[in-house]
């Protein structure tokens, strides 16, 4: 079963730190994967998407890192900002397609910038 | 309008009502997508639109839920008879063509059932 895990389930740091959120997949085949962010009340806007060839993508200060191999990814928040806070969500594609786009859903990271 | 848009954003129920839910999809996109999202997890897909057609329904949790997308454009999620465990937000996404990953979401309706 194609399962997305994601680590911490929450995180709290202060404001101008960095941080890195994890993200493990088991999808088979493999398409894409996307990291989003939820603000509170809102939908999930999209920060990266990288293809098995990428290994690193950058945002401004969001860096996310794929290993292909492992079948892990990383989110990686610089000099963090009050703005930061919301929940961060790994969506992985498969080519296989299917009803949901064939996407995977991770549960998220809910990191909780404090000045 | 430049996203998608849902409304109402929030809705409060009692138990064994009907509620209808819709979402507005960005003009021309082709895929419309319903997900659940109960709070604090990741959402999970209920149902898939290509134009008017829903293709997959294999999300919905149970023969209370209905969706249609008439005319291609706007979809209803309807939900009769509901739940307390029906309570989460439902969010709609839609994108340019089926396969083409990028999803864009609306904001949600958050749903309460009493």
């Known amino acids: 079963k194609n399962q997305v895990e994601q680590s911490p389930q929450s995180l709290i740091i202060l404001e101008g730190k960095n941080c890195t959120l994890q993200?493990?997949?088991?999808?088979?085949?493999?398409?894409?994967l996307r990291w989003y962010k939820q603000d509170t009340g809102r939908g999930p806007v999209s920060l990266t998407i990288?293809?098995?060839?990428?290994n690193t993508k950058s945002n401004g200060r969001y860096t996310a890192t794929l290993d292909a191999d492992t079948k892990q990814s990383s989110l990686h928040i610089t000099a963090s900002q009050l703005s930061d806070s919301a929940s961060y969500i790994c969506?992985?594609?498969?080519?296989?397609?299917?009803?949901?786009?064939?996407?995977?859903f991770g549960k998220g990271t809910h990191l909780i910038i404090q000045p | 309008g430049a996203g998608v848009s849902q409304s109402p954003r929030y809705k409060v129920a009692k138990r064994g009502q009907d509620v209808a839910l819709r979402c507005d999809p960005i003009?021309?996109?082709?895929?419309l997508f319903w997900y659940q999202q109960a709070l604090g997890q990741g959402p999970e897909f209920l149902t898939y639109?290509?134009?008017?057609?829903?293709?997959?329904k294999s999300g919905l949790p149970s023969d209370r839920f209905f969706a249609e997308r008439p005319e291609g454009s706007v979809s209803t999620l309807k939900i009769q008879r509901t739940q307390q465990e029906d309570s989460a937000v439902y969010l709609c996404?839609?994108?340019?063509?089926?396969?083409?990953?990028?999803?864009?979401f609306g904001p949600g309706t958050r749903l309460t059932v009493l």
């Open positions: 993200c493990n997949y088991t999808v088979s085949p493999f398409s894409n």
């Open positions: 996404a839609s994108s340019l063509l089926r396969g083409s990953n990028e999803q864009f």
């Open positions: 003009s021309g996109h082709v895929s």
């Open positions: 990288m293809t098995f060839s990428e």
């Open positions: 639109f290509q134009n008017e057609a829903q293709l997959d």
């Open positions: 969506v992985v594609s498969t080519l296989s397609g299917g009803g949901a786009d064939g996407l995977t």
